[in-house]
């Protein structure tokens, strides 16, 4: 039976938690988590008593860090005008600073004597890793020299790592097998924010909470699976981080294989965390990995302009690639996979085209096409041949066109609120398992590792332009 667990509660147990972002001066702190926490707050979603520490290298205090915090906290819900100043105030005090070193023990036992001051010494705990991944072990060696890895008197305390986890498949291996030996797998909640987002979540419903489409949905009636990202802005601001890891790690590997795999995957038995991290993982291990000869990669001009872009780097900001699930359902199909930063629309998009009709009745009529708008203006839309009123027999295809906007009277929650949400309750469907993130890493190391050795060059494309031919 489907059914999809339902946030009406903060944690089941209500107890206090203490929620620390490590990196708490970066970009992701500000623009998405506290954005997204103070949702959760103004929702009754976070238990009565909580406290929220960022915790980074800058000195700061409480109240500068809540300047920094007020200045960027927008909210979706948007509270009566006199109630919103109440609520950002009450969120406010409840926001908190540690400065620290992250390979430092004893900065983090000074933290662990500031939660217990905040919270309490029986709260719950929820440990952030928003900083980049060469401080990682680090961090995690410290918290779990500072005891703040243990769980105990039936408290659970509990780690978020956001992407990348790795480089190719060695790295990332090697850093599940490090941070194994200090949370548990149950504890480590990986995070890729594209499995909170909306339309994401409806691929299950829309695959396996219709009968019309599992019928058709296979290599008999399905041509081709397109699944493309495209972006306007380039890496401005990000470009240090961008230019060791390029789109096919930053964006590929993670989200559009998650996406692929929610596309192909088989049913899973139940909805438990375990069950659909099968399927998927399933579908990834009989992914055949990118070739050269089916991948196109592009460097937008001015990249190299950036001063933390080396001038000789080839770092990808374009990727197009055709992936080859081996599985009877889609033996022969391809899944034509694209990302690419400075192009000239913003849109994330799945496109099934199905495969024409078997005979050509009406003349030439358009294959049928599903389109998954993910963002911006999430819609669902069935392409399907009419009849166009009038005394011919003349065919078109009309849309059939579901629109978010229209027809769900509520903003659609941020990813980031769906999945902290699940963190605190510990709901763990919708984060990445140890063995689906070897499947994907195995999809795309080997032409990683060619691409590096050999110095494959990309291709350029204008800034703002349509991509590499
Ligand atoms: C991040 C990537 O994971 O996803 C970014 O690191 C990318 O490069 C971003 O811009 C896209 O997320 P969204 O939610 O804006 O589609």
């Known amino acids: 039976m489907l059914s999809w667990p339902i946030v009406t509660t903060a944690t089941p147990d209500n107890k206090p938690v203490s929620i620390v972002i490590v990196g708490a001066s970066g970009d992701l702190t500000r623009k998405k988590l506290l954005p997204a926490l103070f949702s959760l707050y103004c929702n009754d979603l976070l238990p009565e008593r909580f406290h929220v520490v960022g915790f980074a290298r800058s000195t700061m205090n409480d109240g500068e ?7 960027t906290l927008t909210c979706r819900y948007e509270p009566e005008p006199s109630q919103c100043d109440i609520k950002v105030g009450q969120f406010l005090k409840r926001c908190h600073y540690h400065s620290g070193q992250y390979n430092n023990a004893d900065d983090f036992r000074a933290l662990g004597r500031r939660l217990e001051h905040l919270c309490g010494p029986r709260a719950n705990q929820l440990m952030y890793m928003a900083i980049p991944p060469g401080v990682f072990l680090d961090t995690a060696n410290s918290i779990r020299r500072a005891g703040l890895a243990d769980e105990h008197d039936g408290n659970w305390s509990r780690v978020v790592i956001e992407k990348p986890f790795g480089r190719d498949t060695e790295s990332s291996a090697e850093l599940t097998r490090a941070l194994g030996e200090i949370f548990t797998e149950g504890q480590t909640y990986r995070i890729d924010h594209y499995l909170g987002k909306e339309v994401i979540q409806n691929l299950l419903v829309l695959r396996f909470g219709n009968r019309i489409f599992e019928q058709i949905w296979n290599r008999d009636h399905i041509e081709s699976v397109e699944i493309a990202f495209s972006e306007k802005i380039g890496v401005e601001g990000r470009a240090g ?15 559009l294989l998650q996406t692929l795999a929610l596309v192909a995957m088989e049913q899973p038995i139940e909805l438990s965390p375990g069950e659909i991290a099968e399927e998927k993982s399933r579908v990834l291990r009989a992914t055949r990995p990118m070739t050269r000869e089916e991948t196109v990669t592009g460097q937008y001009a001015g990249y190299r302009d950036d001063p933390e872009v080396p001038d000789d780097s080839i770092t990808e900001t374009y990727a197009r690639t055709t992936l080859w699930v081996n599985t009877p359902r889609w033996y ?32 030439d009529v358009e294959a049928n096409t599903l389109r998954i708008r993910v963002q911006p203006n999430e819609a669902i839309e069935l392409v399907l041949n009419n009849k166009v009123p009038g005394l011919s027999l003349t065919t078109a295809p009309v849309g059939l066109n579901m629109l978010y906007n229209q027809q769900f009277d509520t903003a659609l929650p941020e990813a980031y609120e ?5 963190v605190l309750r510990g709901d763990r469907s919708l984060f990445i398992q140890q063995k689906e993130l070897g499947a994907a890493w195995r999809i795309v190391t080997p032409l990683l590792e060619e691409i590096e050795s050999e110095r494959i060059q990309p291709q350029e494309y204008a800034y703002g332009g349509s991509g590499p031919r």
């Not at 860090?65 to 200045?71: E, H, P, T």
């Open 65 to 71: 860090f809540r300047r920094q915090v007020a200045d």
């Open 241 to 255: 981080y961008f230019d060791r890891f390029g789109i096919i790690r930053d964006v590929m590997q993670n989200h």
């Open 332 to 363: 022969g199909v391809p899944f034509r996979v694209s990302a690419g930063k400075a192009l000239d629309t913003q849109k994330t998009e799945i496109l099934i085209r199905f495969r024409s009709l078997p005979f050509p009745l009406l003349g």
């Open 418 to 422: 769906r999945l902290l949400a699940d």
